[in-house]
């Protein structure tokens, strides 16, 4: 199994461009997550799922969007790329349920933003 | 949930223990105490989990007190390799909210 897949790795954009960032899981979980990581700091929530349909807000949401047509696929685009969203951005994902606990997380994708 | 307090960062001699504390004073009865860590900039990886008692598997042990406001994650003997940010997280076992990570624990293990 791959576990949960972020593409691309790298990426750098210009200001006001738009992109999506892909996160892949093969294991079958309910819940994904996006989180982004500033230089230095801990993981910050911008978006969740619960379940293919259904997304909600994090911490961090303001210019990010999130769906989730599958359960395998949770792409984070963003709308017009601004300086402050420089950053690593990981997914995440975790079984749903009474017993979901451990979580699994991609390796992350490293964007700038210039 | 709870939030939690560690230290910024701690040394290691490789092949000793590794006790890394954490406060979480407002942690509610049904909240468990979560450990993660991050090597270098890969993504966090699960280490270890409990709610009241102890804990061990293959990687580590949690030492939860009896009233539940701190723990500590020990890693029996340190390598180099486990050189990484530690964190502690307090959530809900069964709630679809999302892991809250705190700023972690800096570990370094030196030779």
Known sequence: ????????KFQVLKT???????????????????YRQDPGMGLRLIHYSVGAGITDQGEVPNGYNVSRSTTEDFPLRLLSAAPSQTSVYFCASRPGGAFGTEAFFGQGTRLTVV | DAKTT??????????RAANLPCNH???????????????????????????????????????????RKSSTLILPHATLRDT?????????????????????TRLMVKP
Not at chain 1, 20 to 34: G, I, P, R, V
Not at chain 2, 26 to 39: A, D, F, L, M, P
Not at chain 2, 85 to 102: D, E, Q, S
């Open chain 2, 84 to 104: 990484a940010v530690y964190y502690c997280i307090v959530r809900v076992y069964n709630a679809g909210n999302m892991l809250t990570f705190g700023g972690g």
């Open chain 1, 1 to 8: 199994n791959a576990g949960v897949t972020q593409t691309p």
């Open chain 1, 16 to 34: 006001g461009q738009s992109m999506t960032l892909q996160c892949a899981q093969d294991m079958n979980h309910e819940y994904m997550s996006w």
């Open chain 2, 25 to 67: 004073s407002t942690i509610s009865g049904n909240e468990y105490v979560y450990w993660y860590r991050q090597i270098h900039s890969q993504g966090p990886q699960y280490i270890i989990h409990g709610l009241k008692n102890n804990e061990t598997n293959e990687m580590a042990s949690l030492i939860i007190t009896e009233d």
């Open chain 2, 6 to 15: 560690q230290p910024p960062s701690m040394d290691c001699a490789e092949g």
